[in-house]
């Protein structure tokens, strides 16, 4: 069985990666934060600890990496800690690999569309455009990503750049959560930020499939946008909502939900994804609401 190393494991999308590499016969190994207990098949071990990731690395002797451990809650208080886990946990993560002779088939690298800022009269957003970023978060990826190019002649790299997704166990201090927490426990007023922004939201079913679809391609040294194609505007998406609970909800604006430089429209191409591996995501964002809904 060819072993796949997946920092994050125990994330969102951490684990419905892992059911879909396990579903098609991939022994998982992942790595979780140190102070977790680790659970079967994971390893507890701190990427910004160089010596402590490459005594894992050595121990496990994966195949493949995907790399998805990272802070990526864009309003966190530490700015350095997006820089120490971002780019040098990242950097760790490469130097270890290569400092115990890994040989690696593939190697999936996490960045963020929010790489690309608040690019004017652009609605779907290519690879090409030219970044752009507005947070500590979007800038700490895309050093890793500039990072991760200068070991292009090293190992085979895909570096990822996923817009918005959610589905069936996101956290609720993220957006799309929050507002189907409650509809689903029948409140009649929520407190949001901009109501006018609009994003690509894709199932994060659809985006577990995308990466092991990398995962199993002969691509390498390139970037690709993981997304649906498909932009909602925030109203738009409670719409949704109301029609599947039944009810209208009252929407009030909170200035201290509102954030500094909030990036109005994030739509994203998925031309390169399809072209590349044939991928085109099947499920929809009203079957995403509604599985969230009822879970």
Not at 1 to 7: E, F, G, P, R
Not at 140 to 158: G, V
Request: glycine share 6%; charged share 25%; net charge negative.
């Amino acid at each position: 069985m060819k072993k796949v190393l997946l920092t994050g494991i125990d994330g969102f999308t951490g684990k419905y990666i892992k059911d879909e590499l396990i579903s098609r016969g991939y022994d998982v190994i992942g790595l979780v934060y140190k102070e977790k207990e680790p659970k079967l098949g994971q390893i507890a071990c701190d990427i910004t600890d160089k010596k402590s990731l490459q005594a894992c690395l050595n121990d496990i002797r994966p195949n493949y990496i995907i790399h998805l451990a990272a802070l990526s809650f864009v309003a966190h208080k530490d700015q350095k800690a997006f820089y120490d886990v971002n780019l040098f946990g990242s950097l760790n993560l490469l130097e270890a690999a290569k400092n115990i002779g890994l040989t690696l088939d593939k190697v999936i690298m996490a960045s963020s569309a929010n790489i690309y800022g608040n690019p004017e009269n652009v609605r779907k957003i290519t690879e090409d455009i030219p970044p752009s970023p507005v947070s500590h978060y979007a800038m700490s990826k895309l050093s890793m990503e500039y990072m991760t190019r200068l070991w292009f002649d090293s190992y085979p790299i895909i570096i990822t750049r996923p817009f918005n997704y959610t589905g069936v166990g996101q956290e609720e201090h993220f957006l799309i959560p929050k507002i189907v927490s409650h509809f689903k426990n029948g409140k009649d007023t929520i407190e949001l930020g901009n109501t006018h922004v609009a994003r690509d939201f894709s199932d994060v079913r659809d985006i577990a499939k995308a990466y092991v679809a990398l995962l199993e391609s002969n691509v390498s040294s390139e970037t690709i946008n993981l997304c649906s194609g498909n932009v909602y505007y925030l109203n738009d998406i409670i719409s949704k909502l109301e029609d599947i609970a039944g009810y209208n909800i009252n929407v009030t604006v909170n200035p201290d939900f509102v954030r500094p430089n909030e990036i109005e429209v994030l739509g994203g191409d998925n031309y390169k994804l399809e072209k590349i591996v044939g991928f085109k995501p099947t499920i929809n964002i009203e079957k995403t609401l509604s599985d969230m809904f009822y879970a």
